[in-house]
């Protein structure tokens, strides 16, 4: 094994491990849902979004449309597995309204992925025209899956807290974007896997920043409520 095709092994077990943190990285919400018995403010989007991006990598990684990519179908399953096991917990806990979301959403995935594998493997009869197909829409879904945490941001400016947007999942959306980019300039550059993941660390930055923010600005902002209200409960003991 060359130098270089070393290290872009390397790395994508690194890129492997990163994303197998960014799959599990939603646990503490799901263990919040799971003891309150109530998804809250949370939103089932990004999970949903997650299952379509795994399944269209997978079909990438298939010897069919893109050879040599083991690792891209072994991380995709495994997060697959792991983002319909969190919504099967969303769907218990949730509204009605949400349920239905879930359902209707899983249903056009299905339809979608199985569309565009009968048009890809019968209209396309090279790697190359294949991968460029299943690449671009891959491209698309990891950038949806990426900033699926901004659904809940208008939320988060609204209120002035951070508490909804799920922080774990940005940092490893971040971490997951960055690796994986750097993976795809390696040896053979893989332009789909670099613009996809290129975008999504940008998009996993600006959520840490959003949340960065009101993190420290409620931080600040309570010792001085605290006073606030204990100069109150002063006054209003001296009134009586």
Not at 54 to 78: K, M, Q
Not at 163 to 173: I, R, S, Y
Not at 213 to 226: A, I, L, Q, S, V
Request: aromatic share 12%; with cysteine.
């Amino acid at each position: 094994m060359h130098g270089q095709d070393l290290i872009r092994t390397v790395v994508g077990i690194v890129g492997n491990v990163i994303s197998g943190f960014m799959f599990l990285s939603p646990t503490p919400t799901f263990v919040r849902i799971f003891k309150n018995k109530s998804t809250e403010e949370f939103h089932p989007y990004p999970y949903l979004a997650c299952v379509m991006n795994c399944l269209f990598w997978i079909f990438y990684g298939l010897p069919a449309v893109h050879p040599d990519s083991t690792l891209v179908i072994t991380i995709n399953a495994a997060g697959l597995v792991l983002e319909l096991i969190y919504l099967t917990i969303f769907f218990k806990h949730t509204t009605k309204k949400n349920r239905l979301i879930i359902l209707s959403v899983l249903a056009g995935e299905c339809l979608l992925l199985a569309g565009v594998a009968a048009l890809t493997l019968h209209c396309f009869h090279t790697h190359e025209k294949r991968s460029m197909v299943v690449g671009i829409i891959c491209c698309v879904f990891g950038i949806i899956m990426y900033a699926s945490p901004l659904s809940i941001l208008w939320k988060v400016i609204k209120t002035k807290s951070a508490e909804f947007l799920p922080v774990w999942l940005c940092l490893a959306g971040f971490l997951n974007g960055v690796t994986w980019f750097a993976y795809a300039n390696l040896k053979i550059f893989d332009l789909y896997i670099a613009i996809g993941n290129g975008v999504g660390g940008a998009l996993g930055l600006i959520q840490l920043i959003v949340w960065t923010y009101y993190t420290m600005k409620e931080k600040r902002r309570g010792p001085k409520d605290d006073k606030a209200g204990e100069v109150q409960l002063q006054k209003t003991a001296t009134n009586v």
